[in-house]
T-cell receptor
Framework: GESVGLHLPTLSVQEGDNSIINCAYS??????FIWYKQESGKGPQFIID?????DKRQGQRVTVLLNKTVKHLSLQIAATQPGDSAVYFC??????????FGAGTTVTVRA | EPEVTQTPSHQVTQMGQEVILRCVPI?????FYWYRQILGQKVEFLVS????????KSEIFDDQFSVERPDGSNFTLKIRSTKLEDSAMYFC????????????FGDGTRLSIL
């Protein structure tokens, strides 16, 4: 079956440093990936997406890298700020309509 | 920026009672979804809906669950006879197209079954 998971459940980072959040997926048929941020009491908030015909995509302070060979996805956050403290989920979409979510990484930014 | 809105934010219901969770998707979106998140766990897909019918559903979405788009703006999830294990956050989402498109989520309804 398909599964999407993150390597580490928690990440503590110093304010101003760069953060890297990792995700491994097992469904080689997945062709679309999304990173979401979830703050306490809120729903998942779209950050950035990437299609399988790309290996890198950049947004504002965020970069997503996709390595299809090893089925690995990462989210890089530049100059991490206190407002970046949240749970981050990767999600993948294959031939169907649903998104399959990973377990999430809790990012805590230290002042 | 347009957003998905959900009501109520918190619903407390006795076991065995029916509950209806409501959502207003983003107005130009055509695909609608329900997901749930049990406390401390990952977000799980329940159902997708397009053109007034279910396009896909998970094993969780059994006969006790139903969805409806009663008018041009609302999208509802009904649980017919709630069980203790239905306690979770329920998220509604919508997207412009069904695949390879970001799904935008509401802030959820916390459902507590007593």
């Amino acid at each position: 079956g398909e599964s999407v998971g993150l390597h580490l459940p928690t990440l503590s980072v110093q304010e101003g440093d760069n953060s890297i959040i990792n995700c491994a997926y097992s469904n080689s048929a997945s062709d679309y990936f999304i990173w979401y941020k979830q703050e306490s009491g809120k729903g998942p908030q779209f950050i950035i997406d990437i299609r399988s015909n790309m290996d890198k995509r950049q947004g504002q302070r965020v970069t997503v890298l996709l390595n299809k060979t090893v089925k690995h996805l990462s989210l890089q956050i530049a100059a991490t700020q206190p407002g970046d403290s949240a749970v981050y989920f990767c999600a993948e979409n294959g031939y169907d309509y649903k998104l399959s979510f990973g377990a999430g990484t809790t990012v805590t930014v230290r002042a | 920026e347009p957003e998905v809105t959900q009501t109520p934010s918190h619903q407390v219901t006795q076991m065995g009672q029916e509950v209806i969770l409501r959502c207003v998707p983003i107005s130009n979106h055509l695909y609608f979804y329900w997901y749930r998140q049990i406390l401390g766990q990952k977000v799980e897909f329940l159902v997708s809906f397009y053109n007034n019918e279910i396009s896909e559903k998970s094993e969780i979405f059994d006969d006790q669950f139903s969805v409806e788009r009663p008018d041009g703006s609302n999208f509802t999830l009904k649980i017919r006879s709630t069980k203790l294990e239905d306690s979770a956050m329920y998220f509604c989402a919508s997207s412009v197209q069904g695949r390879n498109q970001p799904q935008h989520f509401g802030d959820g309804t916390r459902l507590s079954i007593l």
